[in-house]
């Protein structure tokens, strides 16, 4: 992502553009492995030497509460930034410790209907389904 599109996604939320924001969501967009924190403030330090680990965080943080970026947990208590906020799924390969992206629009739609239609849901007005799924890669087999 340009950084003109950085800083528009910054000004559409309602954020003060500084440099380093911009930096951090940056760095976000332009590595898609979905990177902990600590991996972004590497990253960052390389053009921002000074950032403190603090100041990362709360722009994080800020993000996620913005819904600029997402948050995801994984099962072994890491937490990852996604830049991707449409609406997706998260395939956790836990034998490569790997995050990856899954589109599927018939899956959001069979959950949504299941849930709207469970009676023991009916006084909760549904917004959002979040579903990771973990598993391991499968070995290439010979034929």
Same mark, same amino acid.
Not at 17 to 32: E, F, K, M, S, W
Not at 85 to 100: A, G, R, S, T, V
């Given at each position: 992502? *340009?950084?003109?599109?950085?800083? %528009? *996604?910054?000004?559409? $939320?309602?954020?003060?553009?500084?440099? #380093?924001? /911009? $930096?951090?969501?940056? $760095?976000?967009?332009?590595? !898609?492995? !979905?990177?902990?924190? =600590? %991996?972004? /403030?590497?990253? &960052?330090?390389?053009?921002?030497?000074?950032?403190?680990?603090?100041?990362?965080? #709360?722009?994080?943080?800020?993000?996620?509460?913005?819904?600029?970026?997402? *948050?995801? %947990?994984? +099962? @072994?208590?890491?937490?990852?930034?996604? $830049?991707? /906020? %449409?609406?997706?799924? !998260?395939?956790?390969? @836990?034998?490569?410790?790997?995050?990856? @992206?899954?589109? +599927?629009?018939?899956?959001? =739609?069979?959950?949504?209907?299941?849930?709207?239609?469970?009676?023991?849901?009916?006084?909760?007005? &549904?917004? +959002?389904?979040?579903?990771?799924?973990?598993?391991?890669?499968? *070995?290439?087999?010979?034929?």
């Amino acid at each position: 992502m *340009k950084p003109a599109a950085v800083k %528009e *996604k910054l000004k559409e $939320a309602g954020m003060k553009i500084t440099p #380093q924001r /911009i $930096a951090v969501l940056q $760095a976000l967009v332009d590595n !898609h492995h !979905h990177p902990s924190a =600590e %991996e972004l /403030i590497k990253i &960052i330090r390389q053009i921002h030497p000074n950032i403190s680990v603090g100041t990362v965080y #709360q722009i994080l943080n800020t993000l996620v509460s913005k819904k600029v970026i997402g *948050k995801i %947990e994984t +099962d @072994d208590n890491v937490v990852r930034y996604d $830049a991707i /906020i %449409e609406k997706h799924y !998260h395939l956790y390969l @836990d034998n490569k410790q790997k995050i990856l @992206d899954y589109f +599927d629009d018939g899956l959001t =739609e069979i959950i949504m209907n299941y849930l709207n239609r469970n009676d023991k849901l009916k006084n909760m007005n &549904i917004e +959002d389904v979040n579903i990771q799924i973990i598993g391991r890669s499968k *070995k290439h087999q010979g034929n």
